[in-house]
């Protein structure tokens, strides 16, 4: 072999060599990629992220349920405060109520009384004392003439009506009361009892008892313009 033909295959033998290397370099670094610190850099990131993460999701489920107890309690309020307000209107009489109870009618005595004519008229005392009776027997809820008796009702006499809640009334009155059938007949029919006594001034009564019957609500404003509720200090 002649020496520049030796000279010429050295070279490119020496070529080929640096460009071997020179590959094999460049596919160790593309097969490493990111260098053995920065992987476990990164990986005590990514482990820190999952701890932040699991920390996070139990903070979120934390508050989830404390917003749904919240909102619980408040549900069960409002149904306290509306269960308390229905049973303030029910005691007031605001509310019409159902329940067995006694109707009782009263009634003028007949013009002619045989020979005699009866002058007497049925007074607004007279539907007190029924009302009263009634009270007393335990009746729970009054009404005359579908006016509801309550604590601020009067009952007045202004010929020749009588005044409920501010309504004329003319008889026949009819008394509904809601309550122990048994006991208000018992309270108004007792011997010398206010039927009794009714009956003798020629007024006509007739009492019904009811397995049940409706009284009907309060159905003007209550409005109280100089009472106050006491202030506790």
């Known amino acids: 072999m002649k020496w520049p033909t030796y000279l010429s295959l050295s070279l490119v033998a020496m070529i080929l ?53 919240a909102g619980q309690g408040q549900a069960e309020a409002e149904k306290a405060l509306e269960g308390e307000l229905e049973k303030a209107r029910l005691l007031a009489g605001l509310v019409p109520v159902t329940g067995p109870g006694v109707e009782v009618t009263l009634d003028n005595p007949p013009a002619n009384r045989g020979w005699a004519t009866s002058l007497y008229v049925i007074r607004d005392e007279d539907l007190l004392r029924v009302v009263n009776e009634l009270r007393g027997a335990g009746a729970e809820a009054i009404s005359i003439n579908g006016q509801r008796i309550v604590a601020t009702s009067e009952i007045r006499w202004a010929a020749p009506f009588i005044n409920v809640n501010l309504t004329r009334l003319v008889p026949p009155y009819h008394i509904l009361a809601i309550g122990n059938p048994g006991n208000l007949r018992s309270a108004l029919e007792i011997p010398g009892g206010l039927v009794e006594y009714l009956q003798e001034l020629g007024v006509q009564v007739k009492i019904q008892a009811h397995d049940r019957l409706t009284v009907p609500g309060y159905n003007r404003p209550l409005e109280f313009r100089y009472a106050k509720p006491v202030v506790k200090e």
């Open 17 to 69: 060599g640096v460009l071997l290397v020179f590959q094999f370099r460049v596919v160790r670094y593309i097969e490493q990629g990111v260098s053995l610190g920065r992987v476990q850099e990164l990986t005590v990131e990514l482990r820190q992220l999952e701890k932040e993460k699991l920390k996070l999701a139990a903070e979120a489920s934390d508050l989830s349920a404390k917003l749904q107890q």
